[in-house]
């Protein structure tokens, strides 16, 4: 943290969620938003070239009681996009400009985990793939997501 740090109004928020405290100044006005909230969508690493983080499956399933697709998207979107902001830094904000997954395997419980790895850093253009496994680290799906990179506008 900085020596100039203020606290903003999701400093718990961003706690709860996993977000590293070196990172609560340049999200602590912002939050992690309420999809990841409502999903329970945790971080455990978090950096441009890897991203990891956990979802529960229980309150996250469509109607024939296992994990809902969107559910793996938006899982693989959050870490894309958290990576692909951390790459592009302070004054510019990553854009989900591309995204694509394939469903490999159903689960009805337990804990989803997403590893998003980077494919490509680039100045305007970032790429990741994520791979969602279960608890025994069987693949469930496989995403990749493209995010512009561009200047904050003031």
Same mark, same amino acid.
């Given at each position: ?6 606290? !903003? ?14 990172? %609560?100044?340049?999200?602590? %006005? ?21 991203? /990891? ?9 469509? /109607?024939? !009681? &296992?994990? %809902?697709?969107?559910?793996? /998207? ?9 990576? $692909? ?13 591309? &995204? ?5 395997? $159903? ?11 980077? &494919? ?9 793939? &994520? ?24």
């Amino acid at each position: 943290m900085t020596d100039n740090f203020t606290p !903003g109004p999701y400093t718990a928020e961003l706690a709860a969620a996993g977000i590293p405290e070196e990172m %609560h100044d340049w999200l602590g %006005h912002y939050g992690v938003g309420a999809l990841v909230v409502k999903m329970g969508i945790h971080f455990v690493e978090m950096s441009p070239e890897r991203t /990891v983080g956990t979802m529960p499956v229980e309150g996250n399933t469509q /109607v024939a !009681g &296992i994990l %809902h697709g969107g559910a793996h /998207v938006v899982l693989a979107e959050t870490l894309g996009s958290f990576a $692909a902001g951390m790459h592009a830094g302070p004054q510019r904000q990553a854009l989900g400009i591309d &995204i694509s997954a394939t469903h490999h395997r $159903a689960i009805t419980a337990g804990t989803v985990t997403g590893t998003c790895t980077a &494919i490509h850093l680039g100045r305007t253009l970032t790429t990741h793939e &994520i791979v969602m496994t279960d608890e025994q680290g069987r693949r469930l799906s496989t995403a990749r997501i493209t995010n512009l990179i561009r200047d904050i506008a003031e």
